[in-house]
């Protein structure tokens, strides 16, 4: 089993950043995906970035050169700087992780950018 805790939510303003952390604990195995995911209201959850145990990353294009993805192995946690949020921004995130025996989810945390 895989616990995920997610922090760093909140309200900002346009424009402003944010940055989310989402740290795993139980037993893990050293390969894993982490990512995160968001969902607006009335909005299918989609993906925002992930990033493997190797340091590859995947970004969706909405999010490209604003959101920055990065990990602490050691610690298991990933983090997702956000830079230059824009009210579509707004959306619970939640964090992922995958590995071969499934996928786990966090509680999700609440973004919101508005002035």
């Known amino acids: 089993q895989v616990h995920l805790v997610e922090s760093g939510g909140g309200l900002v303003q346009p424009g402003g950043s944010l940055r989310l952390s989402c740290a795993a604990s139980g037993i893990i195995s050293s390969i894993n995906t982490m990512g995160w995911y968001r969902q607006a209201p009335g909005k299918q959850r989609e993906l925002v970035a992930t990033?493997?145990?190797?340091?590859?990353?995947n970004y969706a294009d909405s999010v490209k050169g604003r959101f920055t993805i990065s990990r602490d192995n050691a610690k298991n946690t990933v983090y997702l700087q956000m830079n230059s949020l824009k009210s579509e921004d707004t959306a619970v995130y939640y964090c992922?992780?995958?590995?071969?025996?499934?996928?786990?989810w966090g509680q999700g945390t609440q973004v919101t950018v508005s002035s």
């Open positions: 992922w992780f995958g590995w071969f025996r499934g996928d786990y």
């Open positions: 990033i493997a145990s190797v340091g590859t990353t």
